[in-house]
Every structure is written in C-alpha cells, then in structure tokens.
C-alpha cells in the first residue's frame, strides 16, 4: 500500500494564478483532510470531506475550494493564489464511522510558494 | 477554533536523557494523538489514546491521556540522534475533526 500519495511536491506560483493540488489514498478510508502548516504553527485544517461527494470547511477555508468526486481522491484549488497561501499543505485520511479506528494519516507534504 | 496548548516548544538535550513533553487543552476531548514529523515529511503517528486515564507505550514512547481528558503527555526515555524532529499533539472533540498543538523541536544531541 502507497498509504497517502500527494502531487505535486513542489511548485511556485506567481499571485494570481490557479492550481489544483490531488491527493490519493489507497486504504479505502472514507474520510479526508487538507490542512495547511506554517512556520511555528500546528496543522490547521482547511476542508475535510465525509465521503466521496462531500466536502465541509474547516478553521481557514477561505482562498481555497475542494472536490470529492472518488473515494480515493481528495482534490484542493485555489482559485486566485495569494502570498499569504505560501505554506506547506498535508492531506490525510482515517477510516471513519467508530471512533476507535479514527486516526489520521498523512501524506509527505506540497510545498506551495506564492510569489 | 479549539486552542491546544504544547509544551515546551523546543527542547536541547543529550543522547541517553529522557524527555517530557505535554498538551493541554481547555475542553474535553475524546482521543488524543501523539505524532512525529521529520523534516520535508508528513506527520507519523506514534501513540494514540481512547480512555481517560489511559497510559499507553510504544517502545522507549510512553504517552497518557489525562484523568480529566484536557491534558495528555509523552515521554520518550534514553533518547537517541533519531528521536530529532517535531512532537504534535492532537485531540479529538466531538466529531470526526482533530485539533493540533503548534509542535515541539526536539533536538539531540550525541
């Protein structure tokens, strides 16, 4: 099992463009995350999802948009990037449903530069 | 949002020592998390708890969560050059959502 997969790994924007960041996971988890993580800082979670076709916002959602169209992928946009997005984003998964097999994991991490 | 307070922020210590850190929180929580981060990678979870009280090891890690479910620590004994990188906590609430301490740099030296 590949576990949690992210793509890219890197990538520099110039303010103003768009991109979308994929993740994957193959542990047929039904529920998944994208946090951000900046300097000095925990891990803030930007949207989450259910299941496949769901998405809610989390504590900093604005700039960003997500889909949900496969169980196994979870798909972050930003629309218009700002400087401010510069950061380093992580997606995760859990199984979901009882709380006892609810623990995330995490992807290796996109390191997202807004020039 | 839900604030986790970690302690301490970073720590500088010799190979062989052990070390302290822990979360606090200002509400309950259900489970509590423990996790490693090495630099460029994501977080690995290390310990995870589900009952008040619960004291939990992995190898030289040994993790508990609070009578009062506001608090939980981690304890990693005869620390090693590998034990480097950022400690997180985590908590969970209510619902399917987890909320994480800002880290703590541990750093070893041999």
């Known amino acids: 099992n590949a576990g949690v997969t992210q793509t890219p790994k890197f990538r520099v924007l110039k303010t103003g463009q768009s991109m979308t960041l994929l993740c994957a996971q193959d542990m047929n988890h039904e529920y998944m995350y994208w946090y951000r993580q900046d300097p000095g800082m925990g891990l803030r979670l930007i949207h989450y999802s259910v299941g496949e076709g769901t998405t809610a916002k989390g504590e900093v959602p604005d700039g960003y948009n997500v889909s949900r169209l496969k169980k196994q992928n979870f798909l972050l946009g930003l629309e218009s990037a700002a400087p401010s997005q510069t950061s380093v984003y992580f997606c995760?998964?859990?199984?979901?449903?009882?709380?006892?097999?609810?623990?995330?994991?995490f992807g290796p991490g996109t390191r997202l530069t807004v020039l | 949002g839900q604030q986790l307070n970690q302690s301490p922020q970073s720590m500088f210590i010799q190979e062989g020592e052990d070390v302290s850190m822990n979360c606090t929180s200002s509400?309950?929580?259900?489970?509590w998390l423990w996790y490693k981060q090495d630099p460029g990678e994501g977080p690995v979870l290390l310990i995870a708890?589900?009952?008040?009280?619960e004291l939990t090891s992995n190898g030289r890690l040994t993790a508990q969560f609070g009578i009062t479910r506001k608090d939980s620590f981690l304890n990693i004994s005869a620390s090693i050059p590998s034990d480097v990188g950022i400690y997180f906590c985590?908590?969970?609430?209510?619902?399917?959502?987890?909320?994480f301490g800002s880290g703590t740099k541990l750093n070893v030296k041999p």
């Open positions: 995760a998964s859990s199984y979901g449903g009882l709380i006892v097999y609810n623990e995330q994991f």
């Open positions: 708890l589900y009952k008040a009280g």
């Open positions: 985590a908590g969970q609430y209510n619902f399917n959502k987890f909320y």
């Open positions: 509400s309950i929580f259900n489970t």
